[in-house]
């Protein structure tokens, strides 16, 4: 949480000096890596590709276009530069104060605490079947994995960001997509999740467990707040919005890249995602309908925030919004890599 407000806080003192695209510079930001250019063609600055004949050139739009090649984002000398958002006061201002003032408010709501016997609280208050029958054999290495993982997807947005932007100088420019819409995403989310915990006050699976069973540490502590505040997970919210801000902002930044980096970029960070939210069910510190509203809070964020913004190429261009095949190619990248990410933690704890 104080990563997400240091971040946004940032973004918010860079929205005035960053209304506009600024000019490019060809130099690449990112190393050109050929192991995975075939995958992710966006992050090489040039539209040089090598094969086993030696360099070749793939000419097409760049060649001799002049200003037209640079509305399109290619630069004159062939490089292949990214659609930056454009941000203002107006829009992300409002955004987040709003969610601000939605932080805020939940911090000012009471939590209803339960007290806890030793034998637990009784199950069969659960009403659902796919809560209920989780609860015991409560996993402390998959609540210590879990903050791995967390940390793990949080930081792999904002590094996909920086990766696939060769060319893109000026400290405004730089910042706009790994800082002030990711963290303008990761502030919404957190304000949603927490209005929801503080609402619901849902007291976490390891509650259920006789005290005999229950893991000692603060994390298993029955009689602080953190205890009844089970219903959204934080972990899921938080990694989901980071998965999903990554392909969708992908999208949007590089409307010409393949398919496979479509579904590259957005099954890495889902299977991030899943795990962290399996692990934390693995811990006993979260229902599975705790991870499935997290995620959808999470998920709803990380696309909502990129698709209010207008991403516009270095010459002023405006850069074409995806296709439903594009979203479709995402789409099926995300639900594949949460369900591999899912077995994996099941499979590992």
Same mark, same amino acid.
């Given at each position: 949480?104080?990563?997400?407000?240091?971040?946004?806080?940032?973004?918010?003192?860079?929205?005035?000096? =960053?209304?506009? &695209?600024?000019?490019? %510079?060809?130099?690449?930001? !990112? *190393? +050109?890596? $050929?192991?995975?250019?075939?995958?992710?063609?966006?992050?090489?600055?040039?539209?040089?590709?090598?094969?086993?004949?030696?360099?070749?050139?793939?000419?097409?739009?760049?060649?001799?276009?002049?200003?037209?090649?640079?509305?399109?984002?290619?630069?004159?000398?062939?490089?292949?530069?990214?659609?930056?958002?454009?941000?203002?006061?107006?829009?992300?201002?409002?955004?987040?104060?709003?969610?601000?003032?939605?932080?805020?408010?939940?911090?000012?709501?009471?939590?209803?605490?339960?007290?806890?016997?030793?034998?637990?609280?009784?199950?069969?208050?659960?009403?659902?079947?796919?809560?209920?029958?989780?609860?015991?054999?409560?996993?402390?290495?998959?609540?210590? =994995?879990?903050? &791995?993982?967390?940390? %793990?997807?949080?930081?792999? !947005? *904002? +590094?996909? $960001?920086?990766?696939?932007?060769?060319?893109?100088?000026?400290?405004?420019?730089?910042?706009?997509?790994?800082?002030?819409?990711?963290?303008?995403?990761?502030?919404?989310?957190?304000?949603?999740?927490?209005?929801?915990?503080?609402?619901?006050?849902?007291?976490?699976?390891?509650?259920?467990?006789?005290?005999?069973?229950?893991?000692?540490?603060?994390?298993?502590?029955?009689?602080?707040?953190?205890?009844?505040?089970?219903?959204?997970?934080?972990?899921?919210?938080?990694?989901?919005?980071?998965?999903?801000?990554?392909?969708?902002?992908?999208?949007?930044?590089?409307?010409?890249?393949?398919?496979?980096?479509?579904?590259?970029?957005?099954?890495?960070?889902?299977?991030?995602?899943?795990?962290?939210?399996?692990?934390?069910?693995?811990?006993?510190?979260?229902?599975?309908?705790?991870?499935?509203?997290?995620?959808?809070?999470?998920?709803?964020?990380?696309?909502?925030?990129?698709?209010?913004?207008?991403?516009?190429?270095?010459?002023?261009?405006?850069?074409?919004?995806?296709?439903?095949?594009?979203?479709?190619?995402?789409?099926?990248?995300?639900?594949?890599?949460?369900?591999?990410?899912?077995?994996?933690?099941?499979?590992?704890?």
């Amino acid at each position: 949480m104080t990563l997400a407000f240091r971040t946004c806080l940032v973004g918010i003192a860079l929205l005035t000096s =960053a209304e506009q &695209v600024w000019p490019q %510079a060809p130099q690449p930001l !990112a *190393p +050109v890596m $050929a192991t995975v250019d075939p995958i992710f063609p966006s992050w090489s600055p040039r539209d040089l590709r090598r094969t086993s004949l030696g360099p070749i050139v793939v000419v097409g739009a760049a060649q001799g276009l002049g200003s037209a090649g640079a509305d399109a984002g290619v630069g004159g000398d062939g490089s292949s530069q990214p659609a930056l958002p454009r941000v203002g006061w107006w829009t992300d201002g409002v955004v987040t104060a709003a969610a601000l003032g939605a932080y805020a408010l939940s911090r000012s709501f009471s939590i209803t605490r339960q007290v806890v016997p030793p034998q637990g609280l009784d199950p069969s208050n659960i009403n659902l079947g796919i809560d209920r029958h989780i609860i015991g054999h409560p996993s402390t290495g998959a609540d210590r =994995a879990s903050d &791995v993982t967390l940390v %793990a997807t949080m930081v792999g !947005a *904002p +590094v996909l $960001a920086l990766l696939t932007q060769p060319g893109v100088h000026g400290w405004e420019n730089v910042v706009r997509r790994p800082l002030v819409l990711y963290g303008e995403a990761m502030l919404v989310a957190e304000a949603g999740s927490q209005l929801l915990k503080k609402s619901a006050d849902r007291p976490r699976p390891f509650t259920y467990l006789p005290e005999s069973e229950r893991p000692t540490g603060s994390a298993y502590d029955v009689t602080g707040d953190g205890a009844f505040l089970s219903m959204p997970s934080g972990h899921a919210t938080i990694s989901f919005t980071a998965a999903s801000f990554a392909a969708t902002d992908n999208l949007l930044s590089h409307p010409d890249a393949g398919w496979r980096e479509h579904v590259a970029v957005a099954a890495v960070g889902a299977l991030l995602a899943g795990a962290t939210g399996n692990l934390r069910v693995k811990a006993n510190q979260h229902f599975p309908t705790d991870i499935l509203v997290g995620g959808l809070i999470g998920t709803a964020s990380g696309v909502s925030i990129p698709l209010l913004h207008s991403y516009v190429f270095p010459g002023g261009g405006q850069a074409p919004r995806p296709s439903g095949h594009a979203w479709l190619e995402t789409a099926a990248g995300y639900l594949v890599g949460a369900g591999v990410g899912v077995g994996l933690a099941s499979v590992a704890y």
